[in-house]
């Protein structure tokens, strides 16, 4: 863990977990991530913005201590998960003057998590400022990124926006600032794909709320500092619009090699046309990088052999991510090969894609029986065609016309 000053004033505390493995018993973490909480101190008050996650509180209590500070006024929860809140009860004791600043919904998050006393609470609503003195707080409710209680806090004076989830990463590295924008960029896409995905709608509204600040940093919770804004501004502001890529992708399975060759055959057509496509196969996959691959993508093509009257649970799985994570997905379809009784498949994951059945135009699946033959490829052929027409079609709000 390591404290290292933003602006005099300002100092950053992060505690970096090289080692997490899973957020959740959930969402694989292959870089790691860190919990990142921010001492603010101005000429009157000191704030804490967020805290860590508890298995570290000893540590965070340690690096606190050797900042010199010697008063905590305000403890800000930004958002109630405990990876930032779950030490406000150990830096209570040590400060017993401080108050937790955040928000109606966010203080009931915490009540009922953790034992801070009602009397401890400072609420604030969406737009109240709390002095610090020669500087300010500003909180701004930004509910549903990714929970229904999150906000972010705004220091005026130093142009800083604290973001806690909202725009950031899980990458564990040693810099304090995003200086690898490109490594930055894959793990805050990561990000944004399996948490803040499903939300898209609630951060096209954030975006523009927040658009009239001006602001020099963000300093999110999770990953590095972003010294350039615009960097990752821009990029939440492409992957949460409407307006898909012509990029298609195929969760596959294939138990016998048949479906495997329906897979490669669509995959070169597809790359033939133009288009651009990632296969996966989802027998021990990566979800992660599906939910990556999915931010952008117009089309599904999900390949499936048939298993015990439907698809295989691989691909139910894949089918149930899509339908949770939202995508801005317009194009969907189904191929595969089956024993016997395969029409079910393409019955079933249209099923499990309820959440998205508005937005989503199903294209004529292809189910073959056996070894697919030149029947099949016809088929497949006409398939990567309305493919790369309804990928043409595409207006500039992503709706086929
Ligand atoms: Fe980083 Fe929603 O907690």
Same mark, same amino acid.
């Given at each position: 863990m390591?404290?290292?000053?933003?602006?005099?004033?300002?100092?950053?505390?992060?505690?970096?977990?090289?080692?997490?493995?899973l957020f959740d018993q959930l969402v694989p973490l292959p870089e790691g991530t860190t919990y990142n909480s921010y001492l603010v101190k101005g000429s009157e008050k000191t704030a804490l913005i967020d805290t860590t996650y508890p298995p570290f509180t000893a540590e965070y209590l340690e690096i606190l201590k050797e900042t010199g500070v010697s008063k905590v006024d305000y403890i800000v929860a930004n958002h109630g998960e405990q990876d930032h809140s779950g030490s406000i009860?150990?830096? %209570?004791? +040590?400060?017993p003057e401080a108050k937790v600043v955040t928000n109606a919904r966010c203080k009931g998050l915490i009540a009922d998590a953790l034992p801070v006393a009602d009397d401890k609470f400072l609420e604030v609503k969406d737009g109240e400022t709390l002095s610090l003195g020669d500087r300010s707080l500003q909180f701004f409710l930004t509910p549903w990124v990714h929970w229904p209680d999150t906000m972010v806090t705004y220091l005026a004076e130093d142009r800083v926006l604290f973001t806690c989830d909202f725009l950031g990463s899980h990458l564990a590295c040693s810099e304090l600032y995003a200086g690898d924008e490109a490594r930055v960029e894959a793990a805050a896409k990561r990000y944004y794909a399996e948490i803040m995905m499903p939300?898209?709608?609630?951060?096209?509204?954030?975006?523009?709320?927040l658009a009239p600040l001006k602001i020099d940093v963000i300093a999110p919770g999770h990953g590095p500092v972003y010294s350039r804004p615009e960097f990752? %501004?821009? +990029?939440?502001?492409?992957?949460?619009?409407?307006?898909?890529?012509k990029e298609v992708v195929i969760p596959y399975v294939s138990m016998y090699g048949n479906t495997l060759r329906m897979v490669d055959y669509m995959t070169d057509k597809l790359m033939d046309m133009g288009l651009f496509v990632t296969p996966f196969n989802m027998v021990g996959a990566d979800t992660g990088k599906l939910a990556n691959a999915l931010v952008d993508a117009s089309t599904v093509v999900f390949a499936s052999p048939a298993v015990l009257a439907g698809p295989h649970p691989d691909i139910v799985s894949a089918a149930y991510l899509m339908n949770a994570l939202r995508p801005k997905t317009r194009f969907v379809s189904v191929i595969g090969s089956y024993g016997w009784g395969g029409g079910i498949v393409s019955k079933k994951i249209i099923e499990l894609l309820t959440g998205l059945k508005t937005q989503l135009q199903f294209l004529e699946p292809v189910l073959v029986k056996g070894l697919p033959g030149e029947e099949a490829f016809k088929a497949l052929d006409s398939l990567a065609k309305d493919i790369y027409t309804a990928n043409q079609a595409m207006d500039k709000t992503g709706v086929a016309e």
């Open positions: 390591i404290a290292r000053e933003i602006k005099p004033g300002i100092v950053s505390m992060s505690t970096i977990d090289w080692d997490r493995k009860p150990a830096v %209570l004791k +040590l400060f939300f898209r709608s609630f951060i096209q509204k954030h975006l523009e709320t990752i %501004l821009d +990029l939440y502001r492409r992957w949460a619009s409407d307006q898909p890529l």
